[in-house]
């Protein structure tokens, strides 16, 4: 079929579904898409139905009427801190993908750099997730999100281990309440576990309510998938990030790409806030903005359509009542681009309810709207006896980075040789990141080698140091704690009882934490039921003490968020 055929392909297959008006033009291996409408759920179906016609990517260039992208919310400083700098490697994001890219490069003796736009790394989706270690099973055989999935699971129990990073395998249940998936779902699991590896096993009514009493008595039955894990999202992160300095990486915050320069077929010249930065391979792992710095490279080959879902926490005091992560599957879920939600025990023993998933056009809106959480709740709080909206103490939205392609993009570019994409990486990208992370070093380190020396660090750590963690010892190791260190005995935060040590520690970290979010991704204060109101005021107070940062300048989550004014006329300290 030739260019023209397949353009045409195109195009009549939108007319089909009433997209009239769409022009269609084929750019390299890819297709691009014109033209206006007045829904964004139809902009989304127009890319969606497209990427299913043979090219390798969709550039959904469709307006949506009288709407105008916001700007990207960027730092408000500049700085020449960066100019003239020569990384061998810089890493563009600083999530859970990012960060671990970094800690990877790190096992090579390589300079390697990672900046974020943000205050702190895991600011966007890699703290406003589940945490779910995924098995896998909602993937589909013969896709990089397949095997990527199953393969980084299975790393998890080490990476965890080097990193210090709490983790559990307590299982997934899918549920179903009609009998047809009791009897026509073993046929899709059984395929991919046989193809993907993956262990799971049939559960019937009565052993269902045995390992979980508490659960409704709509579910007739279930599949279970023990190699499901569950973790906090922002505390691996913040470790990636951590162990990657430890082992030389540079982690510079505040930091936004602002444009790329391009000479033949290399970048030679990565602009910032910050200066100017000369890196010899460039690795894009910014999430819900990757295909807007591949544009800025000239390689853009695909689009980047923000997905959102909103989550709900729940009171500790409800943990106990479920043991594993579960969600009822319908018809609904198994012909949809998210695995439903449902409700999990987190590893802080808070119970997490959700996510929602719907399609919108903004890349930083984490707003949460009533009608959408109302709706989730509702959802989801009856597949446990005994929770209720009482007992939500917050919750939250963040955007998922998918590609109409729904697949992940970790290969190195086509046009330049030393780009490397980590891009579209959503769900299941938290449980994938290690095997994302390795395969993303080969190729960079490989492409690397046609221009420079590159040796294995022998020097390379694996192993995060770590501080006490006070709420998890023993009276007799928090004792021993406190006889080394008086500020481990005085609480600070009573919900989650953090000490003022603890606080210290994350200030004083690798990766500083100088904000009131950033200090409680580390340690928690403020994750309890009273959401900082008792704490906040002695964390920010701890804050100017260990940086010598004035109250005014202290930020709830990074520049625009202070919390405190200093009137007019007024000195202070």
Not at 131 to 139: Q, T
Not at 369 to 393: C, Q, T, Y
Not at 468 to 473: F, H, Q, R, Y
């Amino acid at each position: 079929m030739d260019m023209a055929q397949k353009v045409q392909k195109v195009r009549r297959k939108l007319e089909k579904k009433g997209f009239d008006g769409i022009e269609c033009t084929e750019v390299g291996k890819c297709i691009r898409l014109e033209g206006e409408m007045t829904e964004w759920t139809d902009i989304v179906k127009a890319g969606k139905a497209a990427a299913k016609l043979g090219y390798k990517g969709v550039l959904n260039d469709i307006s949506l009427k009288g709407f105008t992208e916001p700007a990207i919310r960027a730092p408000k400083f500049t700085d020449g801190s960066l100019e003239g700098a020569q990384p061998d490697v810089l890493v563009i994001g600083g999530g859970v993908i990012g960060c671990s890219i970094a800690r990877e490069l790190t096992r090579y003796k390589l300079n390697v750099l990672l900046v974020d736009k943000e205050s702190d790394v895991a600011m966007q989706a890699s703290s406003r997730n589940d945490g779910m270690i995924h098995p896998g099973i909602a993937s589909h055989v013969g896709t990089k999100r397949g095997e990527m999935n199953v393969r980084g699971n299975a790393m998890y129990t080490q990476v965890c281990k080097d990193l210090s990073v709490p983790f559990e395998r307590w299982s997934n249940l899918i549920l179903y309440s009609e009998k047809i998936f009791g009897f026509f779902s073993p046929l899709v699991f059984n395929y991919r576990e046989k193809h993907l590896g993956i262990e799971g096993r049939k559960i019937n009514r009565e052993e269902l309510h045995r390992i979980e009493p508490n659960i409704t008595d709509e579910a007739i039955g279930a599949f279970e998938f023990p190699s499901s894990g569950v973790l906090s999202p922002y505390k691996l992160t913040v470790a990636f990030a951590e162990n990657a300095v430890e082992n030389g990486a540079k982690v510079s915050l505040d930091t936004i790409v602002t444009s790329i320069d391009t000479e033949g077929d290399k970048i030679v010249a990565v602009h910032t806030n910050r200066g100017t930065v000369h890196p010899k391979a460039v690795i894009n792992a910014a999430g819900t903005f990757s295909d807007k710095i591949a544009e800025m490279a000239g390689d853009r080959f695909f689009t980047i359509h923000p997905r959102k879902g909103h989550l709900a926490i729940l009171d500790k005091k409800q943990g106990p009542l479920v043991q594993r992560s579960m969600g009822l599957i319908g018809l609904s879920q198994a012909t949809s681009d998210t695995k439903g939600g449902g409700v999990m025990r987190t590893i802080d023993g808070n119970v997490l309810v959700g996510p929602d998933a719907f399609e919108q056009p903004y890349r930083e809106d984490f707003s949460t709207k009533r009608e959408n959480v109302d709706a989730m709740l509702n959802k989801h709080l009856p597949l446990i006896k005994g929770f209720s909206k009482a007992d939500v103490i917050t919750y939250f939205a963040g955007v998922r980075a998918a590609t109409y392609e729904e697949e992940f993009i970790v290969e190195g570019s086509e046009k330049l040789q030393n780009l490397i994409h980590a891009a579209g990486i959503q769900s299941p990208g938290l449980a994938s990141a290690p095997a994302i992370a390795e395969d993303i070093t080969k190729i960079t380190v490989d492409r690397l080698s046609k221009v420079m020396k590159v040796v294995p660090n022998e020097k390379f750590n694996p192993v995060r140091r770590v501080t006490p963690v006070m709420a998890k010892l023993s009276v007799a190791e928090r004792q021993a704690a406190i006889e080394k260190n008086p500020d481990y005995g005085i609480i600070v935060c009573r919900c989650e009882n953090i000490s003022r040590g603890e606080i210290i520690d994350a200030i004083n970290s690798p990766v500083p934490a100088t904000s009131i979010d950033a200090i409680k991704r580390r340690v928690r204060p403020g994750m309890g039921r009273c959401q900082g109101g008792f704490c906040m005021p002695l964390v920010t107070g701890i804050i100017c003490e260990q940086t010598g940062m004035k109250m005014t300048d202290v930020t709830k989550s990074g520049d625009g968020s202070e919390l405190l004014f200093e009137k007019e006329g007024t000195d202070n300290d």
